[in-house]
């Protein structure tokens, strides 16, 4: 009598992933040219990205997360029910997050990074302080999203240039929460100058 | 009035304190390593600014310019002078 089997493939527990990821951000060199990015090496060694210039975003509300938003364009015939094909009309990728560190470098970055900070050292009769003069003119900088992967090493989702234009509504309140400055930075490079990078092992020498 | 007790020679204790004496060093080196570092011309596509008093940093878009000759990439410029401009802030080519 011939048998019938049930045999699913098994699955991989060890590639279900979770823990935070780290944004930094860069001032971009010159117009659509990404900041330049550790070796694969030092990819995930925070202080090389600092060397390079990279500067982290600090403690975050609830993390961040990334959104990849396609819209799609049906292309349809009468003669059948189901589109003949599917048309890539917009495809939005954004980092979101709500920082938690109340810093003029956080409060320009998520305002959309056009302030400038002006600096005054203490002296007397003159305090200390440092102005945030803000501007409606943003600048783009390049940001990545670093985690550890599987392997247990670094993967890096770049995108070399990005804009920071979403809304930010600040709650001051007494007890409730801590000040929140909402982050969105939205790609705007062509999606195959975008990256993933998985560290698989070690070099061998 | 007490006599002090007399102390040999090799032993005299330093003039200057040896934490001040090593301040000082510290201070005449900082100023060569500026006077050299302005004696040599701005690597290619890159210009040096300063910022002036009162006060003693500018950033803008992740460029800062410090107080001492700072380089900063040509295309920066004119978004830095620009921003300097409505801070209130003076840069100045070093």
């Keep these: 009598m011939p048998t019938l089997p049930y045999t699913p493939p098994s699955y ?35 202080s090389a990205w600092i060397g390079l ?25 009468e003669e059948q029910p ?25 409060i320009n970055l998520a305002w959309g990074n056009g302030g400038s900070i002006a600096t005054t050292a203490a002296g007397a009769g003159q ?36 804009v920071s234009a979403g809304q930010v509504q ?25 990256t993933f990078t998985e560290l698989t092992a070690p070099a061998t020498s | 009035m007490t006599e002090q007790p007399a102390v040999p020679a090799g032993k005299q204790p330093p003039a200057v304190p040896p934490q001040d004496a090593a301040r000082d060093r510290i201070g005449k080196l900082r100023a060569q390593l500026l006077e050299a570092e302005a004696a040599l011309p701005p690597e290619p596509g890159t210009v040096r600014l300063r910022v002036t008093e009162p006060h003693d940093s500018f950033t803008v878009a992740g460029v800062t310019v410090g107080a001492d000759p700072t380089p900063v990439p040509a295309g920066a410029v004119p978004r830095l002078m620009t921003a300097a401009g409505d801070a209130g802030v003076t840069l100045e080519e070093a």
């Design chain 1, 170 to 194: 600040t709650a001051f309140r007494r007890a409730a929460q801590q000040r929140l400055y909402p982050l969105t930075l939205t790609a705007i490079c062509p999606f195959n100058s975008i």
């Design chain 1, 82 to 106: 189901t589109p003949v094909g599917v048309a890539v009309n917009t495809a939005d990728l954004t980092f979101t997050c709500n920082l938690s560190e109340e810093t003029l470098q956080n």
């Design chain 1, 127 to 162: 305090p200390g302080k440092s102005v945030l003069t803000l501007s409606t003119t943003f600048a783009t900088l390049s940001a990545v999203l670093i985690a550890k992967n599987a392997f247990g090493f670094a993967t890096v989702l770049s995108i070399p240039t990005v």
């Design chain 1, 12 to 46: 991989g527990t060890t590639d279900v992933l979770y823990g935070t990821g780290i944004l930094m951000t860069a001032p971009n060199p010159s117009l659509g040219v990404g900041a330049t990015v550790p070796s694969d090496a030092s990819l995930g060694v925070g």
């Design chain 1, 53 to 77: 210039g990279w500067s982290y975003v600090g403690a975050t509300e609830a993390g961040v997360t990334q959104t990849f938003n396609p819209t799609v364009q049906n292309i349809s015939i």
